[in-house]
C-alpha cells in the first residue's frame, strides 16, 4: 500500500473513530474505536493498513496489552503467520511472568508476560490500538527487553501527537495510522 493509500485508508477509519469528551474523566477526550471494530469493513481495513504499514520490519512474533491491543496484534499475527505475546495485568498469567511498570498520570501501573514468551534473541513487533503519553507501549518495549528479545518496531492504530508519546519510544521504529493533532479532533 503506497503512502498515498494509506493516507486515504487513515481518512477513512476516522470516520469510524468516536471522540467522547470527558471519558473516563473531565478534560480527556477519549477515542473510542469499538465502532471501527464493530464495522467488518472497517476493521479489514485497519488491519490490512497496519500490516502493510509494517511490512518492512522483519520479526519473529508479536507482543500486544490487553484488552484493545489483542484485537490488532491477533490479527496482525494470524495475517503475517507468527506468534502472539500477550501483555497482561499483573496476576492474569498463569506460569511464571516477567514484568515492566509504568507511569499514569495518577500512579504507576504493571504489564506482565510469560517469561518464556521471548526466548533470547526473539525480534518482537510491539502492536496496540493507541499511543498516547508513551507509557504502556515502552513497558511493553521494556518487557521485550527484559527477556533478552530485540524491538523490531512499535506500531499503532491512533497515535495522539500532541501528548508526545513517541518521544518515549526513541530510538524504536514507530509506525501509525492515523494521527491527531490537536486535543480537540
Known sequence: MTESARATAARELQDHIRTVTDFPRPGI?????????EDGRALHTAVDALAQATDGISYDRILSAEARGFVFGTALAYRAKKGLILARKPNKLPRE???????????TD?????????????????ADDLLATGGTARAMCQLVENAGGTVAGVAFLIELGYLQGREKLRPYRV??????DDPED
Not at 29 to 37: A, C, G, M, V
Not at 175 to 180: D, G, H, P, R
Request: charged share 15%; glycine share 4%; proline share 5%.
Open 110 to 126: 504493571a504489564l506482565e508476560a510469560h517469561a518464556d514468551s521471548i526466548p533470547e534473541g526473539t525480534s518482537v513487533l510491539v
Open 175 to 180: 509506525v501509525s495510522l492515523i494521527t491527531y
Open 29 to 37: 477526550s477519549f477515542k473510542d474505536i469499538t465502532p471501527l471494530i
Open 97 to 107: 511472568t516477567i514484568s515492566a511498570t509504568y507511569e499514569l498520570e495518577y500512579g
